[in-house]
């Protein structure tokens, strides 16, 4: 969200922006509505004081309000444009890929815009702020401002530079506080013509960083948004600077250098460009392709430019429009530069770059550069036509300041002692004698007349005191009504003094400075940095006291009349009755409606934005530009204590006076030559510095000192305590005690507080007050300023004593939350412990106490260097804070360190045991803690390492700087909340009591006796060391109770037994820790007694230890009966939880099985909403089934009643409403319908109609029905998994009316309302209960619910492992396990069933037997195709026999059906052995299922009779991570399955056929392979080969078949000569030649035994004979041929004759001679036919 800032009138009106692109982005910035009314140091309250967060923008107009808190905690990522990404962030900008970065974050602008934006839309006064903190981050800062109209001027800003403070190192080594806008030095301006591809501002951040790392000093296209394009920043000039540390290993170069920069082309901003040439030392022109417009421009940069540098990075190959001849080697020389002028860059990085121009500037600073300051830089561009910042305001300011300030050259002491009277002496003694008679009167004395007297005389002669010529201007000055000039007047104010004094200083501390070079006429360096050149005392610009001031143009006066400024003459050295009466009021001359808004003030009311609020500031808020001013930047330098401090110049405003001043402040160029060292010294301060603060203090002793004598008085001097509020509302300190003179003005405090109280309600004057305590060295004002913006005078620098006051209001939301309306601020400067002044050192610890006993929470600031003098630093505090105890006003201690040292951190430890100690309540604290328990406040420790540690502004801030402030401001707002808010009245009374105790040094402790203090804090330290180890023993304790109690196990939720051991435990706990206390205490007294030091002083530190004692008893017992019930509670509830869970476990677990099987059965995958829906069902269940622990739960009667009570009021039914008195009640009877139910006409209609039964009986039913209906309408609620709800009785109530609206009868409001109470009393009961179960273990109920999510995530992730693993292991199962089962069953099946067959049947003994049987078969079969499918198939025949012998013998035997349930069970039993096998040691790991898969199979394998296919476990399918145990049962499961399923399908009927197919070997294959015999076929006829014996060579056939038998393909003449064919049997076989005929034969078939014994056999048998006369004509026709000629003989051969010739065959067979014999005769009859044919 962005920041809403206040408004604030500006001194003069602008336009409105022309250029719409720029008037839309200050719009898009939110910054529109400051043009007219600029922001002002005011709101930097909102933007960061009240801020405890450093939140990324999350919107554009975020942006601003960023910038500026980011700028406050010096963050280096405060330019940064970036938002976070959210919704509509960036609609109103440019959101093209352009104009966004990717990633988290998205740049909105241009990081220059941004800076240009807010700069644009801030007053001077933030503007000066802002360039400070910029200055301290090293951020360049702007110049030269552009205009948003682009008719008007650029502006000058040299007001912001004004407060830039810095030092630098002299020549002796010494430090120089310098302010940067009057310091003469070398300015380096960087501007560049033409395209250039080369980032300038990187070159220069690299030239700036000298040789240390580079820091973004100026904005760079690198940075985020840096590439997105300028709206508002073309044209602005950006100054930086390179200040020298002192260290030549770090500095670039060796005298500090600004160096400015010109965004955008030059060519387009001609008005800076020309004054940049003739501001600077020395001019950078970065050349890109320059074109003849670019040439002549740089032509006039050379005659005007003291030094010219280019930077040649041109491009002629790739720009046709560049000037030929003008780039390159050429430039030089058409210039007429000098040699060593151009730089050329094209093909140099930017380091390169910044190397070389290092170089050059390095050879012209010691003696080529002129020195040149800002202040004479402003005064050239009034001359060349730009706006400078400084008007007509700040210049009337500035005579005012010249003339208050004349008689200060005499010397401070002088100046304070003419012009300053009342501060001196008088003030002082005054103290001494009202200290001397406080102490006389609490001695009981009288008052010494001597010191009466002296008190007289000085009454007289303030009596006739006349106001000085310097107080009249000064108080004139605050006194008018412009607020800007009079913020113009403050600020000068301490410009100017402080100035003049480091000047002074200077000179004191080292006159040599102002001394020439003898030896070359030459200046010292330091004279430079003062005087420039010329080594002028005066600058010759400067306003002197006596400067006339000339009206500018019309277009430059002021606007409004609000702002001008009444003149009224005054003489000086009136007294106070002739002081002018000029009264506030005297504005509402110049307009009616701020006379209004004053007549409002009076009335402690204001106006803004048209509505009347509460005032926050005590002059008008809107005619102001700066309210507070203490949120100005720092005018003064941030050295630390231990250096010494030397002069700088007059600041000077600018003013438009001729060229010749100008050229004057141009001074020539001058060699300087400073050998720059650090030289530390110790801090002295001057006693009779002057500050803002005496000038003030001078007021307040005005009305002071003149306030006892009313003659004296006047109406001015009465109105001095509202001109004092107005400045504490407008953010400048008022001091609350003198440090000086130890005094407190306690009738101006009082006036001033007065006054405040009149102008604010009385609900709106609570106050916190918060304290920072520190010594002179600790920096306690910077620290104010970095965490609150608050400018306190600043006492490290000068001899600033005292206590200083200031206030903020709180806004409305912080208001409500602090519970108090203001903020009071109080800074302690000047405190010295280690002063060797004993009047010092007295008036020290005075200070030290008023500013400790006025705070709500006292910082206690730890310096850096706390080393040095930290056991006095420490004495000192706690002196103050026992004193401070003895008031009874002990604040809440809080511990800011500096750095952390190990001296710091050990001071800061003793303190925050000191503090701790101390803020314990002493005395009787019996009643108050009964009445309310005391928390001790705890004291917190932070470390901030602030910049004000940093001497020169070259050195950076700390990188945790802006986290520890914010942590530190956390710290502070807690610790105040903790705190009573007060008063004003009593704010004041406190102090009045304070003070007058540090008068009567009422104490029994003195003020300086710091051996006590340090007694007192040995003696801390002690008990810190007695406490921790009483902690450590009690922890001890309570862990061995712990013990106790986690030992009770399940009883541990019995409430009797649990609450009687915590009992016990809580009793043994307190006794225990009496027990030991009493030790410490006895330890703590005898320490007291032994200590020589504190011994004396027994009275005063016993109770406090006793108190301390007292507490630690208690905060101690309460700790332990505390954590005993959490201990004993998180027991219970961890038992609650762990019998919740395993309930939920147990509803899970059935609620996953039957998911799992539902998803396997339906092969659908479960979404998750269907799984929550599921969950939810377990989940309701639990929880109305679920046995909570009883506890306290409410009645809801209440609630109930008060609902009827409403519902009864809203029908107009208010005169029953007694009738609600009775819910509650036990109701037991039933509702009953009276009379009284019914009106008077209805009974008398009724009468006689059977004593109005009917009417009553009607209202009975609906009476019933209603209440059947509630009965359902509980029944319900009751279920729901949801706590009552009063929405049930309304809702209830609303049946009710619903139903009787429904019914037509004659009836009263009565009976609507017995109904309704009686139906409330039943709810009473029934929803109690309801009420009762959910009310049980609150605790538990809600952290289950909490748990609930994770609960569901669980389930689901339980689910889905479980759903895989199951489908794994069911794919396992299918995929391997099932065909590795049915394998081992039906492998051997096969045969099993070969060998039964041939055990069973004789034709399956031999090849022979079954060639026979298969013959025999064929001929009782008398089937012609099935002798063509023997002829033609014989295999496929023979298989097929086979396989009718197989099907018959498996439909006869019943064996195969046990013999694989047999099987199975082996199978299964060897792959569960397997399976647990590898589930050993695997309980509840997760393991990837694939390995142990594997190895589930090689189990398997290793028995020999087990096959397993594990080809599928390649793929990932089967590696998944899962709990293997898990796993092993998923796969058990579907093992037994599976087992179920194989043996009922056993059991059933099954079809051979499929029987057969299910076996891997097939029996009808194996027994073909068994009976086949030799596969040779006889080359004739194609009959088999009959002989039997293995690896026989030569074939032989029983039954040659005739040729007929067989096509003519498969008796082809080719493979058998033509004698041997079988011809037609009535060819004359005998006259054929045998023994050709076998020749022929055994040539062609060697292997055949085809020659018979006996001739005739070589013919067919009379098998094949009567199988061709039978089918001779089927034959013929399957061959497509004719017939064969069969002779006679043939046709008579019968079936019996062929049956027996078969028989005979094989019988013959068996009786032939062995196959080898048979070889041996073939081998003879091959050899004899071969020695025949040779």
Not at 176 to 193: G, R, Y
Not at 350 to 360: H, K, P, Q, R, T
Not at 713 to 739: H, I
Not at 1089 to 1104: A, G, H, M, N, S
Request: hydrophobic fraction near 35%.
């Amino acid at each position: 969200m962005s920041v809403k800032f206040p408004k604030r009138l500006s001194s003069k009106r602008r336009k409105p922006p022309k250029d719409n692109s720029k008037a839309e982005l200050l719009h898009n910035l939110g910054l529109d509505v400051f043009w007219n009314a600029p922001l002002d140091p005011a709101a930097m309250l909102d933007i960061n004081t009240w801020n405890l967060e450093n939140k990324a923008p999350q919107d554009p107009k975020d942006l601003p309000s960023a910038f500026l808190r980011r700028l406050w905690l010096l963050s280096q990522d405060a330019r940064s444009p970036c938002c976070k990404p959210s919704s509509d962030a960036l609609t109103s900008l440019d959101t093209s890929p352009e104009t966004l970065n990717g990633g988290e974050t998205q740049c909105a602008i241009n990081p220059l815009d941004l800076v240009s934006a807010v700069f644009m839309s801030a007053n001077p006064f933030l503007q000066q702020e802002m360039t400070v903190h910029m200055v301290q981050c090293q951020f360049a800062v702007p110049l030269v401002l552009p205009s948003v109209d682009p008719e008007e001027a650029s502006c000058f800003l040299l007001w912001p530079l004004r407060g830039v403070v810095s030092h630098l190192p002299e020549k002796n080594g010494k430090l120089q506080e310098v302010n940067l806008a009057s310091t003469h030095m070398p300015i380096v301006s960087c501007v560049k013509l033409g395209h250039c591809n080369v980032s300038k501002s990187k070159v220069l951040n690299h030239i700036i960083s000298g040789l240390k790392s580079c820091n973004d000093t100026f904005l760079h296209r690198g940075m985020d948004g840096g590439q997105l394009p300028r709206t508002l920043s073309n044209g602005l000039v950006e100054i930086g600077w390179h200040l020298p540390t002192g260290d030549t290993a770090r500095d670039g170069f060796p005298l500090p250098v600004a160096i400015s920069n010109l965004r955008g082309d030059a060519s387009k901003h001609e008005g800076c460009l020309n004054l940049l040439c003739q501001a600077s030392s020395a001019m950078i022109v970065f050349c890109g392709n320059l074109k003849e417009k670019d040439k002549q421009l740089l032509a006039s940069c050379r005659d005007i430019a003291s030094k010219l540098i280019l930077i040649d990075i041109s491009d002629t190959d790739k720009n046709e429009h560049s000037v030929v001849g003008f780039v390159g080697v050429n430039l030089e020389q058409d210039m007429g530069l000098p040699a060593g002028s151009v730089l050329q860059g094209e093909d140099l990085s930017e380091e390169e770059l910044a190397n070389g121009i290092n170089d050059i500037l390095k050879d012209l600073l010691p003696d080529k550069l002129k020195l040149v300051t800002l202040e004479a830089a402003a005064n050239l561009a009034v001359e060349l036509g730009l706006n400078v910042d400084e008007g007509t305001v700040c210049k009337k300011a500035m005579a005012k300041v010249e003339k208050v300030l004349e008689g200060l050259d005499e010397g401070s002491a002088q100046f304070r002692e003419k012009h300053l009277p009342l501060q001196g002496p008088w003030w002082s003694k005054l103290a001494e004698i009202e200290k001397m008679e406080s102490k006389q009167r609490k001695q009981g004395n009288q008052n010494d007349p001597q010191l009466q007297d002296e008190k007289r005389d000085i009454l007289a002669v303030l009596k006739n005191y006349k106001i000085t010529p310097v107080m009249k201007t000064f108080t004139d000055a605050l006194f008018t009504i412009d607020k800007v000039e009079r913020t113009y007047f403050l600020k000068w104010m301490k410009l100017r003094l402080q100035s003049k004094q480091t000047e002074k200083q200077r000179i004191q501390q080292d006159p040599s400075t102002w001394q020439t070079d003898k030896n070359n006429g030459m200046l010292e360096y330091s004279d430079y940095l003062t005087h420039g050149p010329d080594g002028d005392l005066e600058d010759t610009d400067s306003f002197s006291s006596d400067s006339t001031f000339e009206e500018e143009d019309s277009e430059e006066q002021l606007v409004d009349d609000e702002l001008q400024v009444s003149h009224q003459p005054c003489d000086n050295g009136q007294d106070l009755s002739s002081y002018g009466d000029i009264e506030p009021h005297s504005v509402s001359r110049l307009d009616p409606v701020i006379e209004e808004q004053f007549d409002l003030i009076s009335n402690g009311k204001e106006i803004q934005g048209g509505e009347t609020v509460s005032m926050s500031h005590c002059f008008d808020e809107q005619i102001s530009v700066s309210i507070f001013e203490n949120q100005n930047c720092h005018l003064e330098s941030q050295e630390n204590g231990a250096l010494s401090c030397h002069g700088t110049p007059e600041l000077t405003p600018v003013t438009p006076d001729s060229n010749s001043s100008t050229k004057q402040q141009m001074s020539p160029d001058v060699s300087v030559e400073p050998q720059l060292t650090w030289c530390l010294q110790t801090f002295e301060p001057e006693p009779f510095s002057l500050g803002l603060e005496h000038f003030l203090r001078e007021m307040g002793l005005i009305f002071e000192l003149t306030h006892n004598s009313r003659s004296s008085r006047n109406k001015k001097v009465s109105r001095l305590p509202s001109l004092a509020v107005d400045l504490l509302f407008y953010g400048v300190p008022l001091e609350l005690m003198d440090g000086d003179a130890s005094n407190i003005p306690i009738r101006w405090l009082g006036s001033i507080f007065a006054e405040l109280k009149r102008r604010l309600s009385q609900e709106h004057c609570k106050t916190r007050v918060l304290t920072n305590l520190g010594v002179h060295h600790a920096r306690n004002a910077e620290v104010l300023s970095s965490v609150f913006g608050v400018k306190f005078p600043e006492g490290g620098k000068i001899s600033t004593r005292g206590v200083y006051m200031g206030a903020l209001r709180l806004p409305d939301a912080l208001r409500m939350d602090m519970e108090c309306d203001f903020l009071l601020l109080i800074d302690v400067e000047g405190l010295c412990p280690a002063s060797k002044d004993n009047k010092t050192k007295i008036h020290d610890h005075e200070m030290a106490i008023v500013a400790a006993g006025l705070s709500n929470v006292l910082i206690q600031n730890i310096a850096s260097d706390a080393s040095s003098e930290l056991e006095t630093d420490i004495a000192f505090i706690v002196n103050a804070l026992l004193l401070v105890k003895e008031c009874g006003s002990m604040p809440n201690c809080q511990l800011l360190v500096q750095d952390e040292g190990i001296n710091t951190l050990l001071q800061a430890s003793q303190l925050k045991r000191v503090s701790e100690m101390l803020q314990t309540e002493t005395g009787d604290r019996g009643t108050h803690i009964a009445e309310q328990p005391t928390t001790k406040n705890i004291c917190c420790i932070t470390c901030v390492q602030g910049p004000w540690s940093n001497l020169s502004l070259s050195e950076p801030v700390e990188t945790q700087y802006s986290e520890a402030v914010l942590a530190l401001k956390k710290d502070l707002f807690g610790a105040l909340k903790k705190t009573t808010a007060t008063g004003l009245s009593e704010f004041m009374i406190n102090l009045s009591a304070i003070w007058d105790a540090v008068k009567e040094e009422s104490f029994s402790i003195g003020l300086q006796n710091t051996e006590i203090a340090l007694a007192f804090s040995i003696l801390c330290t002690k008990f810190s060391q007695w406490e921790t180890s009483f902690l450590e023993h009690m922890e001890s304790w309570i862990m061995r109770a712990g013990k106790k109690i986690f030992a009770t196990k399940e009883k541990a939720l019995d409430a009797e037994i649990q609450n009687n051991l915590l009992n016990e435990l809580k009793a043994e706990g307190r006794v225990e820790v009496k027990t030991e206390v009493d030790k410490l205490r006895s330890q703590a007294e005898a320490y007291l007694t032994k200590d020589d030091v504190l011994k004396e002083r027994t009275e005063t530190f016993k109770p406090i230890l006793m108190s301390n004692m007292v507490d630690l008893q208690e905060r101690v017992t309460e700790e332990i009966t505390q954590r005993l019930a959490t201990v004993g509670e998180s027991y219970c509830s961890s038992m609650q939880v762990k019998k919740f869970e395993t309930v939920l476990e147990i509803e899970q677990e059935s609620k996953l099985r039957a998911l799992v099987e539902n998803s396997i059965s339906t092969k659908l995958l479960l979404q998750d909403e269907k799984l929550e829906e599921e969950f939810e069902g377990v989940w309701s269940n639990i929880l109305s089934i679920f046995d909570f622990r009883p506890s306290e739960t409410d009645d809801i009667t209440a609630r109930v009643t008060e609902v009827l009570r409403l519902n009864l009021i809203s029908r107009g039914l208010l005169k029953h409403i007694l009738k609600i008195e009775v819910i509650g009640q036990n109701e037991t009877s039933s509702f009953q319908v009276y009379d009284e139910h019914f009106g008077y006409r209805s009974r008398l209609k009724h009468m006689f109609a059977d004593n109005n039964r009917l009417q009553r009986v009607e209202a009975q039913q609906v009476a019933c029905s209603v209440i059947e209906e509630y009965n359902h309408f509980v029944a319900e609620k009751s279920v729901l998994p949801a706590d009552f709800s009063e929405s049930y009785i309304t809702e209830m109530l609303g049946s009710v009316e619903k139903a009787l609206k429904e019914k037509c009868m004659a009836i009263k409001s009565t009976f609507e309302v017995d109904l309704k109470v009686y139906l409330c009393c039943l709810a009473c009961q029934d929803f109690q209960k309801v009420h009762d179960r959910f009310a049980k273990d609150t605790e538990l109920l809600t952290f289950i619910t909490a748990s609930k999510s994770s609960y569901l995530a669980k389930f689901i992730y339980r689910f889905r492992k479980r759903d895989q693993c199951q489908r794994v292991a069911q794919a396992f199962t299918s995929m391997i396990i099932k065909p590795t089962v049915l394998d081992y069953i039906y492998r051997p099946l096969g045969l099993r069933i070969v060998e039964e067959i041939q055990a069973k049947e004789q034709q399956y003994q031999s090849s022979c037997a079954f060639s026979q049987h298969l013959l025999e078969q064929l001929i009782h079969e008398d089937r012609f195709e099935s002798f063509l499918e023997y002829l033609l198939s014989c295999d496929r025949f023979r298989l097929s026999k086979i396989h009718e012998t197989v099907v018959a013998h498996l439909s006869e035997s019943p064996n195969s059906d046990k013999w694989r349930q047999q099987r199975l069970g082996e199978i299964v039993g060897k792959v569960a052995a397997a399976v647990s096998e590898t589930a050993e040691g695997t309980n509840g790991v997760l393991s990837d299922t694939k390995p142990l898969l594997e190895r589930v199979c090689l189990i398997l394998e290793s028995d020999g009779n087990v096959q397993v296919t594990r080809v599928s476990l390649d793929g990932p399918l089967f590696s998944i991570t899962t709990e293997w145990d898990r796993f092993v049962t998923c796969l058990m499961e579907l093992l037994a399955a599976m087992r179920l399923e194989l043996a009922q399908e056993f059991c059933q009927t099954v079809d051979v056929t499929q029987l057969l197919h299910c076996l891997p070997i097939q029996p009808h294959y194996s027994l073909l392979d068994r009976v086949r015999g030799c596969e040779k076929q006889c080359p004739l006829c194609r009959a088999p080969c009959e002989v039997q014996e293995k690896g026989h060579e030569v074939h032989s056939a029983l039954l040659h078949r005739p040729k007929d038998l067989l096509p003519y393909d498969l008796s082809s003449a080719c493979c058998r000569p033509e004698s041997m064919i079988l011809s037609n049997p009535g060819q004359n076989e005998d006259t054929q030649n045998p023994s050709v005929a076998c020749k022929d034969l055994l040539s062609l078939c060697p292997d055949w035994n085809i020659y018979p014994k006996d001739p005739d056999s070589q013919m067919p048998t009379a098998y094949w004979r009567y199988v061709l006369v039978r089918y001779n004509a089927e034959f013929a026709k399957e061959y497509e041929r004719e017939p064969a000629n069969i002779p006679e003989e043939w046709k008579k051969i019968t079936e019996e004759e062929a049956l027996h010739s078969l028989r005979e065959a094989f019988l013959n067979k068996k009786q032939d001679p062995p196959i080898d014999v048979m070889n041996c005769a073939m081998k003879a009859l091959k050899s004899e036919i071969h020695q025949r044919a040779m």
